[in-house]
């Protein structure tokens, strides 16, 4: 007697649905081409402090390898809360508020799943990091899109977030300095933010990797402004600043309620960030800030640069106030944000992202990290203005 067999999906729809990311693709075609000056990776080219390396190595020549808290190492969360005390004037307790995770990227997925409940909306300001929608959608939410231009060098219009708020908002996911446009927002316009917040009664993701990377003005943190504390998930790490990536450690600042739902979530997927890496991430904190400003003051000379000659050769760029991107427009050439992109890689060799990859607000721009060389960085300019010149594309200012 045969048995019918009944085939069922794999896959789950959730998992079916999130698309890979845009940024891979273009990595991973440059990765088998010749003479690349890539513009397209998010990440310093600095290495690791040797201080840093030199404590992480230390903590393993002593045989610190077993699990740490789940929370992390009670002297890093200490560490992280002096920090937040002396540079944006915010207590965080450290047994309560504050959780040390593998990357800022888990911090923002475990913060999701400590809050969605199926069908919450989360208002995301883009363009914005490539992570931010799947990881809602994943959770079982629904990323709502406020889009931002480049006439306001894209900085979020408040009104614009009241605007999509319904009954079923849960909270407004920020990030700024932004990656990939490198807008930031003043204190004003934080303000004016926090005031729909309070409002209609939400919760704010603020992601503040870039914070130490603001260049013009000061770094707000969105939990010091006026009874935000409570509505406000902050979360940062130590990739960008003290150029750590592969390190993968972050952490998140959260009311004590909110901090131990991602906490259980923590607990269960990953028990705890790796050990060696705190310790090397405790040295930062302790005695790497000296680094972070030269490294800081690099980027901020290199920034000036990539502006004021991609404006030069034809390529419209608004000045980024923090971050090392820059989100120059294509759209007078005509073509997408993806098509200028793979032609510039396969005619002159020059990686870039493009725009649309985070959200549809970035279509008509592509990304350039300027953490890279100056050498490499002219280089590369020199070769957008003569793909530019042979195609007449030129937009002449």
Known sequence: MKHTVI?????????????????????????KMDNIISLGVGEPDFVTPWNVREASISSLER?????????????????????????YRVHYNPEEE?????????????????????????????????SYAPLV????????????????HFEVNPADIEKVITEKTKAIMICYPN???????????????AAIIQKHNLLVFSDEIYSELSYDDEHT????????????????????????????LGFVLAPPDLLQAMLKIHQYSLMCAPTMAQYGALEALLHGMEDVEKMKLSYQQRRNYFVKTANE????????????????????TGLSSEAFAEKLLLEER???????????GGEGHIRCSYATSLKNLEEALNRIGRFLKKHDWQKRT
């Open 7 to 31: 085939k069922k999906e794999r896959l789950s729809q959730k998992a079916s649905s999130i698309q890979p990311s845009g940024i891979r693709r273009f990595f991973d075609l440059a990765s």
């Open 63 to 87: 045989g610190f390898t077993a699990y740490t808290a789940n929370a992390g190492l009670p002297e890093l969360r200490q560490a992280i809360s002096h920090y937040m005390e002396q540079r």
């Open 98 to 130: 504050i959780l040390v995770t593998v990357g800022a990227s888990e911090a923002i997925d475990i913060g999701m799943r400590a809050i969605l409940d199926p069908g919450d909306e989360v208002i995301i300001v883009e363009p914005t990091f490539v």
């Open 137 to 152: 959608t994943l959770a079982g939410g629904v990323p709502i899109p406020v889009g931002t231009n480049a006439e306001n």
């Open 179 to 193: 990656n990939p446009t490198g807008a930031s927002l003043n204190r004003r316009k934080l303000e004016q933010i």
């Open 221 to 248: 943190c969105f939990s010091e402004l006026p009874d935000m504390k409570e509505q406000t998930i902050v979360i940062n790490g130590f990739s960008k600043a003290f150029a750590m990536t592969g390190w993968r």
């Open 313 to 332: 050769i034809g390529l419209p760029c608004h000045k980024p106030s923090g971050a090392f991107y820059a989100f120059p427009s294509i759209k007078h």
């Open 350 to 360: 020059v990686a870039v992202v493009p725009g649309a990859v985070f959200g549809e």
